[in-house]
């Protein structure tokens, strides 16, 4: 078989089926994470990046064009996780360069490769080799390789896809964590896993989504915890119970029982025995789980545990045994970062770009200049650079700074977290600290920052009649919007943010915020500004509704 070209209904049947192909094997790619204590969820985040896309994509008329915007539009708003970011990055690099064609050809695609690969790389401050990058770059420079070769895209995806699976299989050896686990990276392997699909689909062949999935990966227990942390635990409470049935129990009751529970937890197991179930599940609100289980009987042999205080004990008993060792026997960096966070998401994404340190904080909790110093002293490298992201919180720094005299610190005076996270996105390894600390704060200049809260009293401020609990829009200048209702309220502020320059729109989703308000307000927002690219990422931050940047 030879296919020369791609049109836009083969990329949409391509696309679906790889969306399809890493749902069926995501619990597979999901094994194949380090983490010691509950299931990973790299496979989970990519599949729900990529479905996000897929839903866009499979309702558009299949132009190139329409396509290439709803991929890239559907898995940026989709994006969870580490994993899911950098293949919203991947698919948003790809369909910059497939959107100005009619059909997609081996040069068009080797180019869209390379693209695609140059755009991940830039969303991550300090690469780290042995990951999804790495065998997304492997696909790149094999692609690049046989453009000049040949015409044919079957022969070509083939190869493309035997020399990244090759890449895949050294990640082990690129970073110790995977060899000592005893598993690739789950990320690459979740991106061969959409890319086999693609090509399945490209062939002519039906995805068999009940195929058996390759033995599961035996993942050893001697990983160190310190290599991960609580904010990896998803789901905080391992919970058990036992039900005794007291009312009819059939398999629709059954079914529904797990769709509930899976809608709050993972790691579900409920096996039913006559005139008893079993139940296990990881969840954030243990008591959501023993009432609905409550509806259906008694129960016994309850038993919750909190997975991130049992993770924390170890850790802390780690860290005492090695932090001096590891003082001694670990080379200093060149550079470190730290920054101040809060949220649970908005941990993640820093984390993600690389920052060593995260001190949690913010408008509510200001950190300390002793705080500050504890974290410089667990950064071991010459130079580090610290983000207050906090007006309030730069004094500390600043002092801490002053009482430090055996590494070199560089206060960027970021106010926001979205200028923090800007200023580490544009530091450049090569060059020297002052010219990253000009260019780090230059940067955040670009970056209109906004916040949504809540009025606690009665005021007037900013020209603005302000009764208790109104919903304010803040913005870097103060407060821009009033009102009751939450999204509406939240677009009058970005209208006073965005202008004809802007160019990306980031919503950063709080606590009390969920997954599909944020994503309508979203939608609301691009049908506003057609020509703005739109980004939803959960921060998980307490008192603030949203943290909004218009860059």
Request: hydrophobic letters at 35%.
């Amino acid at each position: 078989m030879v296919i020369n070209t791609i049109d836009g209904k083969m990329l949409q049947k391509m696309f679906i089926a790889g969306a399809q192909n890493i749902e069926a094997k995501k619990e597979y790619i999901n094994e194949l994470n380090v983490f010691p204590v509950p299931d990973g969820d790299t496979g989970t985040n990519m599949t729900l990046t990529i479905m996000s896309a897929a839903r866009e994509v499979s309702s558009v008329e299949p132009t190139i064009a329409n396509l290439a915007k709803a991929i890239s539009s559907g898995s940026l708003r989709g994006a969870r996780g580490n994993s899911g970011v950098i293949l919203s990055q991947l698919f948003r690099g790809f369909t910059k360069v497939i959107k100005e064609q009619e059909e997609i050809t081996v040069d068009i695609m080797a180019e869209a490769f390379e693209r695609a690969v140059e755009t991940a790389y830039k969303a991550v401050m300090k690469p780290k080799e042995g990951t999804i990058l790495t065998v997304a770059k492997g696909g790149a420079i094999r692609a690049a390789e046989l453009a000049n070769t040949t015409d044919d895209l079957v022969y070509f995806c083939d190869e493309v896809l035997k020399h990244m699976e090759e890449v895949l299989q050294k990640t082990p050896e690129m970073l110790p964590v995977l060899k000592e686990a005893g598993v690739v990276d789950s990320g690459g392997e979740g991106l061969l896993t959409v890319l086999r699909g693609a090509y399945d689909a490209l062939l002519g062949k039906e995805i068999d989504l009940n195929a058996h999935v390759e033995a599961k990966p035996k993942v050893q227990t001697n990983v160190s915890s310190g290599d991960v942390s609580t904010a990896d635990i998803k789901f905080g409470y391992c919970t058990e119970f036992i039900i005794m049935l007291e009312k009819e129990y059939t398999k629709k009751t059954e079914e529904e029982f797990k769709e509930y529970l899976t809608s709050i937890g993972d790691s579900l197991v409920v096996v039913s025995d006559d005139d008893i179930v079993k139940v296990h599940v990881h969840t954030n609100d243990p008591g959501l789980a023993i009432q609905r289980a409550l509806t259906y009987g008694s129960l016994t042999s309850m038993k919750i545990d909190n997975m991130r205080e049992e993770h924390n004990e170890k850790v802390i008993k780690e860290a005492e045994k090695k932090s001096q060792e590891q003082k001694k026997e670990e080379p200093r960096k060149e550079y470190g970062f730290i920054s101040v966070s809060v949220g649970e998401g908005v941990n993640e994404i820093f984390k993600g770009l690389g920052v060593d340190y995260l001190i949690e904080g913010g408008q509510t909790m200001n950190p300390s200049t002793e705080d500050m110093l504890k974290a410089i002293d667990k950064v071991n490298a010459d130079t580090i650079f610290i983000l207050p992201n906090n007006k309030n919180i730069i004094l500390a720094a600043e002092q801490a700074k002053s009482l430090t005299e055996d590494k070199e610190i560089i206060v960027i005076p970021s106010t926001t977290i979205p200028q923090g996270i800007t200023a580490v996105i544009n530091f450049i390894g090569e060059k020297s600290p002052e010219e990253n600390a000009e260019k780090m704060t230059e940067e955040m200049k670009h970056v209109k920052s906004g916040s949504v809260t809540y009025a606690v009293r009665d005021t007037s401020i900013d020209g603005k009649t302000i009764k208790e609990n109104d919903i304010m829009g803040i913005g870097d200048s103060g407060i821009l919007s009033v009102g009751q209702e939450l999204n509406q309220t939240t677009k009058e502020l970005i209208e006073c943010l965005v202008d004809e320059d802007s160019e990306l729109i980031s919503i950063y989703y709080g606590s009390d915020v969920t997954e599909e308000t944020a994503n309508e307000l979203a939608e609301q927002i691009m049908e506003c500004y057609s020509d703005v690219d739109v980004e939803v990422h959960f921060g998980g931050q307490p008192i603030y509704y949203y943290i909004l940047s218009v860059e």
